[in-house]
């Protein structure tokens, strides 16, 4: 079955950039979403199908998706960017099924 | 501004069935736009998919949870439910009910979650 993988924890200084990598076999031929979750609440949807924002979501918050890896890029990273991130793929190949990566927290030093 | 809430009982005993309903605020249940959606996670791990429902009560689940799991939607009341049988311990978690645009964008509102514990 597929598997979409992204490293356990990432960590950055305030000001830069992080980079929250989402691996799966021929990713890019799909549609990645990727959600913010803080301790305590619900997931935030951040980035829709590879790099659209929702409404609301700060232009720091950026997607890509080529070949093998997705990636959620958060520039000029702040504090309160602190959180663990989730990919999430629709799996085609099944009728109507939706797949989450393991989930990424990001820690600002 | 859309809401959705989760309720339901917050302690299952094994073996028994977990219920929950989400209510969603706009009535937008009954909309072609839309499918509604349930995740869990259980405490301190990650996101799992449970199932996801169509107005006209075309339902589609995840294949490892097929077997113990039922959704329905009440249009009138603006409501989508979620039954999963025969609980263990393993699926003690926190469950959210979700939008999910039929345009396949991912889940874009979330009810804020409730927690249910399986225990004797």
């Known amino acids: 079955s597929y598997v979409l993988t992204q490293p356990p924890s990432v960590s950055v200084a305030p000001g830069q950039t992080a980079r929250i990598t989402c691996g799966g076999n021929?990713?890019?031929?799909?549609?990645v979403h990727w959600y913010q979750q803080k301790p305590g609440q619900a997931p935030v949807l951040v980035v829709h199908?590879?790099?659209d924002r929702p409404s609301g979501i700060p232009e720091r918050f950026s997607g890509s998706n080529s070949r093998n890896t997705a990636t959620l890029s958060i520039s000029m990273v702040e504090a309160g960017d602190e959180a663990d991130y989730y990919c999430?793929?629709?799996?085609?190949?099944?009728?109507?099924?939706?797949?989450f990566g393991g989930g990424t927290k990001l820690t600002v030093l | 501004h859309l809401q959705l809430q989760e309720s339901g009982p917050g302690l299952v005993k094994p073996s028994e069935t977990l219920s929950l309903t989400c209510t969603v605020s706009?009535?937008?249940?009954?909309?072609?736009?839309?499918?509604w959606g349930w995740i869990r996670q259980p405490p301190g791990k990650g996101l799992e998919w449970i199932g996801s429902?169509?107005?006209?009560?075309?339902?589609f689940y995840n294949p490892s949870l097929k077997s113990r799991v039922t959704m329905s939607v009440d249009t009138s009341k603006s409501q989508f439910s979620l039954k999963v049988k025969s609980v263990t311990a393993a699926d003690t978690a926190v469950y959210y009910c979700?939008?999910?645009?039929?345009?396949?964008?991912?889940?874009?509102?979330w009810g804020q979650g409730t927690l249910v514990t399986v225990s004797s």
């Open positions: 979700a939008r999910e645009p039929s345009s396949s964008d991912g889940f874009d509102y």
């Open positions: 706009d009535g937008s249940v009954r909309s072609s736009s839309y499918y």
């Open positions: 429902i169509y107005y006209t009560g075309n339902t």
């Open positions: 021929n990713i890019g031929i799909k549609s």
């Open positions: 199908d590879d790099s």
């Open positions: 999430q793929m629709w799996d085609s190949s099944s009728d109507h099924y939706w797949m």
